[in-house]
């Protein structure tokens, strides 16, 4: 059974950091992409960024870049989310999903993904 579960959620000042964790179970993690999502209260679920299975290269949203990093550890099972320079905006609920698909066109687009965590609140005070 895919598991994957979110950490690292917590209230923060604007211009802070904070990184959240996700940690897989119950598949080949180095088979699939890593893909992290937000949903603020309100709006729609949102692509953030993305690390690919095969070569580790990252996808971000125009809205995040330069402020966000995502990273993966095999060894552990987890992706990271090294967050930046913390916006109010920011504020949400992230996810992280799993895909075993390709075409990195799609690693933005919540539909690529069939595995999801329950997610973790990112609160960033101004």
């Known amino acids: 059974e895919v598991q994957l579960v979110e950490s690292g959620g917590a209230l923060v000042q604007a211009g802070g950091s904070l990184t959240l964790s996700c940690a897989a179970t119950g598949f080949t993690f180095d088979e699939y992409v890593i893909g992290w999502f937000r949903q603020a209260p309100g709006k729609e679920r949102e692509g953030v960024s993305a690390?690919?299975?095969?070569?580790?290269?990252?996808y971000y949203a125009d809205s995040v870049k330069g402020r966000f990093t995502t990273s993966r550890d095999n060894a552990k099972n987890t992706v990271y989310l090294q967050m930046d320079r913390l916006k109010p905006e920011d504020t949400a609920v992230y996810y992280c999903a799993a895909s075993y698909g390709s075409g990195s066109v799609f690693y933005l687009n919540r539909d690529f993904y069939t595995d999801w965590g329950q997610g973790t609140l990112v609160t960033v005070s101004s």
């Open positions: 690390i690919d299975s095969s070569d580790g290269r990252t």
